[in-house]
């Protein structure tokens, strides 16, 4: 049987982030991103190899903008396309794994709305989009939420009155678990382990960030929550506050819920405590050269990961290891080491020249020798979603 190719998609409410993945390939065969859809300023690019084009697609929708995908995907694919993977943000406590698309998932899916409400409509006009764009095609949908649907009841829930947890599905859900689940797989795989039997520490630190305890394949804890707020430092996202903060607002400043909610998802974070950016390779830059918003903002970062990891420990029962992924992660041998030297207590320290080195998509061991596994491993969300969309072609 010829490798099968699998369309990757990940639709934002003004954008569609795409890959079309070949099984038996490494690389991407076609990758690519339509930006500001529904905006005059419409535009889709796309890189083929070594080669990179785009095309302005002025007023297009996600419809007119797959669309236009379609014979670019066609030909990369060399008219050989096997099934489509949509990324959805949340599936409650419905979607435990990933599933085929149809009017049953649909309407599951439709019913999670309410607690992703800037994201799950957008993945859904994309799935409905592409849905009747390729109809004779296998769609299915990977969820973030899924893999931490493991997670024991005294994790997952708040201390809060019970009939918000049964009526209202107030819980901690988690994301970031497609990427959790891949980089702890290949961390088994590159430490030749076996990953029923294997448990991991997962630091996934993009612009969104999250800790995750995996056991034997299995999430049991992980810092984010109800929503992708909670837990962790992040790029312009506070991560976890008094709760009380929201009437200390309200009372003293007058503030309401959107000003709160505004402040706390995209001015604090990095780029509050900076005052200068949301951009860690830029605060990386203005640290070198003395700026004191950069170097707190780095230390607060670094200080709040090493609890939020050293809390998880208490979901494992030993540590095969401590995986650094996302772009901070896989490329910031300074976050690692001021994290890991947070971590003395679970006996983590680092090889400085290992840890210099594996940057710029290179996986590795980089602990000090003696010391517990520390990895670096580059996340792949879209090739965890094509091979979730096989293996239910598969069956
Ligand atoms: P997203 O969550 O949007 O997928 P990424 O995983 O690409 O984001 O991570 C983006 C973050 O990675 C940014 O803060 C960026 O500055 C950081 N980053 C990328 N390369 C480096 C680097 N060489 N050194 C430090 N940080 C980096």
Redesign the pocket.
């Known amino acids: 049987m010829p490798a099968r190719n699998i369309l990757v998609i990940n639709c934002g409410s003004s954008s569609i982030k795409f890959a079309l993945v070949n099984e038996d390939q490494p690389q991407f065969v076609l990758s690519g991103l339509a930006e500001r859809l529904g905006s005059p300023e419409a535009e889709l690019h796309w890189q083929r190899g070594a080669d990179k084009d785009s095309l302005m697609i002025p007023g297009a929708d996600h419809r007119l903008a797959l669309a236009q995908l379609l014979p670019l995907v066609q030909s990369a694919a060399g008219g050989q396309l096997h099934g489509i993977g949509h990324r959805v943000v949340h599936g409650g406590e419905h979607f435990t794994t990933a599933c085929r698309l149809d009017e049953l998932t649909l309407t599951a899916i439709r019913a999670t709305a309410p607690l992703a409400p800037l994201h799950n409509p957008a993945n859904l006009q994309g799935i409905e989009a592409a849905m009747r764009l390729f109809p004779e095609l296998t769609h299915v949908a990977v969820f973030d939420t899924a893999f931490h649907q493991s997670m024991p009841e005294y994790a997952f829930r708040y201390a809060l009155p019970e009939v918000l947890y049964r009526e209202h599905g107030v819980r901690r859900y988690g994301f970031h678990g497609t990427s959790h689940r891949y980089v702890s797989q290949r961390a088994a795989e590159l430490s030749d382990l076996d990953y029923g039997h294997s448990s991991w520490l997962v630091a996934h630190?993009?612009?969104?960030c999250s800790t995750c305890a995996v056991v034997d394949g299995h999430s049991r804890d992980t810092s984010m929550g109800l929503t992708p707020l909670e837990g962790l430092v992040m790029?312009t996202r506070s991560g976890d506050v008094d709760p009380n903060l929201h009437s200390h607002l309200a009372r003293t400043l007058g503030w309401s819920l959107e000003r709160i909610d505004a402040l706390l998802n995209k001015e604090s974070g990095l780029l509050g405590l900076s005052g200068l950016s949301?951009?860690?390779?830029?605060l990386?830059q203005a640290r070198e050269q003395g700026h004191a918003g950069a170097t707190l903002a780095i230390e607060v970062f670094c200080y709040r990961l090493a609890k939020s990891l050293a809390a998880m420990a208490c979901a494992l029962n030993q540590l095969d290891g401590l995986i650094f992924t996302?772009?901070?992660g896989e490329?910031?041998a300074l976050?690692r080491s001021q994290t890991v030297a947070h971590l003395k207590l679970l006996g983590l320290a680092l090889d400085p020249q290992a840890n210099a080195k594996t940057?710029?998509g290179a996986a590795g061991p980089i602990q000090a020798a003696g010391h517990p596994r520390v990895l670096v491993v580059p996340t792949n969300e879209e090739r965890q979603i094509a091979l979730d969309t096989l293996e239910l072609l598969d069956h």
């Open positions: 630190l993009g612009n969104g790029g949301n951009d860690m390779r830029s990386e996302g772009g901070i490329n910031s976050i940057v710029r």
